[in-house]
């Protein structure tokens, strides 16, 4: 039996992420069985049991094992009634041979993480449950993926049975991820290889897979930068759309037993398919098994032209035949499930003539041009949901009774409302939504959300918006409760919150909130549920009781059950709980306001020490799980005082500044992921005066960074997606700029600033260093030579860059494509006065160039 055959349940998603069947009893005492998918069961049912925990030293001895008895994991938890895994956790198939084992602190793998390839023993080092380097090969669901980290590179192989079988492998940087993607067959050959272009765009082949077993889905190709086309398979390995890119384009159309469907020929315009001749074959979407194969329509193609639409039932009989002449309908047909004409319906100018048309669930009836009556049914069923014609929209429930009626004026084949109310079919549930207008004016809109609060249960929530006469400006809006009781009911001024009623599900009154001046009773609700969020007291501004509650733990279904995890009494105290209901903070009050203890904000996750009303003491900000500190420092009455450090994601110190009496002072340091100092600057009163000083970066770039010498700035070192920026100064303004070709010390551009505008020699390298061309810039404007702009005015994505040459009063404009071609070449003469009149207008200036106009 191999390792896959162990591990169907997919529980290495879990431990990865450093959780794992989280409980929450209050002590186990009896035995817990789970099925295959780790869900808790009776014994008849189960695949694995849990025995009672055993308490060992201080933490807690967790062992799960198969139905047969085999032990399955054994670890220790810091808690009794939760699994928070520390120190040393074990993995074993069920012949008992330890496949995974793992180091764990604070509930996330920390240290060495050892899995096998075979015999093969793999070891892979974590830091804060995020991997570092080395090797290791999970199971996740149905696959099994190995990971290899090699100085900045990450390699990841997904794959079934064999890892030289069918598989795709993607490699990716931290910093840029993905830029390499290759794909392999059934027999390991090679079919498809995808590159993250520097614009992000995908060139090449992208494979996609069906899984349990591995076997491929799709190819799509991206021959252009965007995608072309894409070649589809049957679950059973038969083609389902064969698409050739060669002499010509082509696809072939196959039922799941090979039989062709059809082909259509296309040609390439704008980098996009555009039928010739032939048979196109529409397939269902859906993802169930029934769906693949199921032909949702078919069009004929002559002379690059659309010539016959079918629509097909789910059995694929024909349920409507279209006719098109010059690319415009002119006769539909329709038919039942027997073959028999049910409707036909001519068209003039694009609209419906006269006849019957039936189309998306509507029977529509026309006569000379003229709307006579329409009939909309409910989703799969003869039912009629709306009568409509000229005059008037009626609206049935399912019995057959009236719900609503809406007055209207029909023009220009539009029914502009009048009075009544309009209904709108849902998709969960019989009615989505429904407006109400009086007087040509919507004044009420009501919205139905269908949403599941457990297992096999959808419930409605609903809610309704007042609109004043003659606008769309919202005056009121009323939430309701799942039994249809008011929740909440707020009144609006000027699009600002005015007043709020709170009701509970019984439709009593339990709050009243006035937002202008902040006092009452403040109850906020977690989005389309039952359950509280927030509820807080306020006497003009000034909180006086509070409780926030957050989601809780075993979420499923839809289900929020809501935890407690901060409650504020002016009059006593604060107190803040983790998701477990654990205290992590608790402060004391003093007329009325915080005093003494430990504060916590769960909006922002900081935690500080405060003593005699004033922070005193420790900070730390944590992040969203609450097991890494981000930010930590200290408080001296209320203000920041000494080191203030910061860290990453994984735990590890980015900076340190140093702070008097809240102001930066002395020197700041950064590191890198090594804990390696890589810059420092000293601040004096607040303000850089010596040494390099690191700025934010985007996730994908290095930090930019500014050299100041004697409180001035001298140099500033950032970076694009084209390379490194190196700009020098003088007197605080910037004088120069070199720009470099990408991972590289070669000059790609310099150029020199007057007022943050280009002003004197632009100068541009080729990749070996030798100057291509420059260009003269005098106050501002282009007086000669030749300057490369960037096309992103152009919105054109053909585009990559224009070219700009002046030679006295004649300016050639060049705009070039990605593969350097010329896409566009113009000439022009300056008018003097008048400047340059046709270039102008395409959105291209030759003066007052900015540095980011320049490519």
Request: hydrophobic share 30%; glycine share 8%; charged share 30%.
């Amino acid at each position: 039996m191999n390792l896959l055959d162990h591990l169907k349940t997919g529980i290495i998603l879990f431990i990865i992420s450093g959780f794992f069947i989280p409980l929450s009893l209050e002590a186990q005492q009896d035995t817990i069985y789970y099925t295959i998918s780790w869900r808790t069961t009776i014994k008849d049912s189960a695949a694995f049991f849990r025995p009672p925990i055993k308490k060992e030293g201080d933490l807690f001895r967790v062992e799960d094992y198969y139905i047969s008895g085999q032990k399955q994991m054994s670890g220790l938890s810091q808690y009794e009634n939760k699994d928070y895994w520390v120190e040393k956790v074990s993995w074993y198939t069920e012949d008992g041979k330890l496949y995974q084992q793992g180091q764990y602190k604070n509930n996330r793998l920390d240290g060495a993480f050892t899995t096998f390839l075979g015999d093969k023993k793999l070891i892979a080092i974590y830091k804060n449950g995020y991997i570092k380097s080395g090797i290791q090969n999970i199971t996740r669901f149905s696959s099994a993926i190995y990971t290899e980290i090699k100085n900045d590179t990450i390699k990841e192989v997904v794959y079934d049975d064999d890892i030289s079988g069918i598989r795709y492998e993607n490699y990716s940087t931290v910093k840029s991820g993905r830029y390499l993607s290759k794909y392999y067959d059934e027999k390991g050959s090679k079919i498809g290889t995808i590159k993250t272009l520097n614009n992000g765009s995908l060139k090449g082949a992208e494979v996609f897979y069906y899984f349990e077993p591995m076997r491929v889905k799709q190819i799509s190709y991206y021959p252009y930068d965007r995608l072309l086309g894409s070649t589809d398979y049957y679950p059973n390995g038969q083609l389902r759309t064969l698409f050739q890119i060669g002499s010509e384009y082509k696809k072939t159309f196959f039922n799941d037993d090979g039989t062709i469907l059809g082909s259509v020929i296309y040609e390439l315009q704008d980098d996009y398919l555009k039928p010739i001749k032939g048979t196109e074959v529409i397939f269902s979407y859906g993802y169930e098994k029934e769906d693949f194969n199921q032909v949702l329509s078919t069009r004929i193609y002559n002379n690059r032209q659309l010539e016959r639409e079918e629509q097909r039932y789910d059995d694929g009989k024909v349920k409507s035949i279209t006719s098109y002449k010059d690319n415009i309908k002119i006769l539909q047909v329709s038919f039942d499930e027997t073959g028999k004409e049910l409707a036909r319906m001519a068209y003039k100018n694009y609209y419906p003539f006269s006849g019957v048309e039936i189309k998306g669930g509507r029977k529509s009836t026309y006569k000379e041009g003229e709307l006579v009556e329409e009939l909309k049914y409910y989703p799969d069923t003869n039912l009629v949901f709306s009568k409509k014609n000229k005059e008037e929209e009626l609206y049935y429930n399912k019995e057959g009774v009236v719900m609503g009626t809406l007055k209207v004026e029909y023009k220009n084949k539009y029914a502009k409302p009048i009075e009544g109310k309009r209904y709108d079919i849902g998709y969960n549930s019989d009615i989505n939504g429904i407006e109400t207008y009086k007087n040509r004016e919507l004044i009420a809109r009501t919205n139905f959300i269908t949403k599941s609060i457990a297992k096999d249960s959808l419930v409605d929530f609903k809610n309704t918006s007042y609109y004043k006469d003659g606008s769309y400006s919202k005056y009121r809006e009323v939430f309701y409760y799942s039994n249809g009781s008011k929740q909440s009911d707020i009144i609006f001024e000027d699009y600002e919150k005015k007043l709020g009623k709170f009701y509970n599900d019984k439709g009593e009154l339990i709050g009243t909130y006035d937002y202008l001046k902040k006092d009452g009773a403040l109850y906020e609700f977690f989005n389309t549920s039952n359950e509280v969020r927030l509820f807080k007291k306020e006497n003009n501004g000034v909180l006086q009781t509070s409780k926030r509650y957050d989601y809780g733990l075993n979420t499923s279904y839809g289900a929020i059950n809501p935890v407690l995890i901060e409650e504020t009494d002016i009059s006593c105290c604060a107190m803040s709980y983790d998701k477990y209901g654990e205290v992590i903070a608790r402060v004391n009050f003093k007329n009325k306001l915080p005093w003494k203890g430990t504060m916590y904000d769960a909006v922002s996750r900081i935690k500080y020490e405060i003593n005699e009303g004033k922070r005193n003491g420790f900070y730390k900000k944590f992040n969203y799980n609450h097991d890494i500190i981000l930010e930590e420092g200290q408080y001296v009455n209320d203000k920041k005082e000494g080191t203030f450090s910061a860290f990453n994601r994984l735990g590890q110190l980015q900076f340190t500044k140093n702070y008097e009496n809240d102001i930066l002072e002395g020197k700041s340091i950064n590191y890198d992921e090594n804990g390696k100092e890589t810059s420092r600057i000293i601040y004096k009163n607040g303000e850089p005066f010596e040494g390099t000083k690191v700025l934010s970066s985007s996730y994908s770039s290095a930090p930019s960074q500014e050299i100041y010498k004697n409180g001035l700035l001298v140099k500033r070192i950032s970076y694009t997606e084209e390379g490194k920026n190196i700009s020098t100064f003088k007197d605080g303004a910037i004088a120069q700029t070199i720009a470099y070709y990408k991972d590289s010390d070669l000059k790609r551009l310099q150029y020199a600033l007057s007022k943050n505008y280009v002003d004197g020699e632009v100068i541009r390298y080729d990749k070996k260093g030798k100057e291509q061309h420059r260009g003269i810039i005098k106050n501002y404007k282009l007086e000669s030579g030749t300057v490369y702009l960037s096309a992103y005015s152009l919105y054109d994505n053909r585009v990559a860059y224009i070219i700009l040459k002046r030679k006295n009063d004649m300016v050639q404009l060049t705009l070039v494509g990605h593969k350097d071609e010329t896409l566009f070449y113009v000439e022009e003469n300056i008018d003097e006065g008048y400047g340059l009149k046709y270039i102008d207008r395409l959105n291209i200036y030759i003066n007052n160039l900015r540095p980011e106009s320049l490519y």
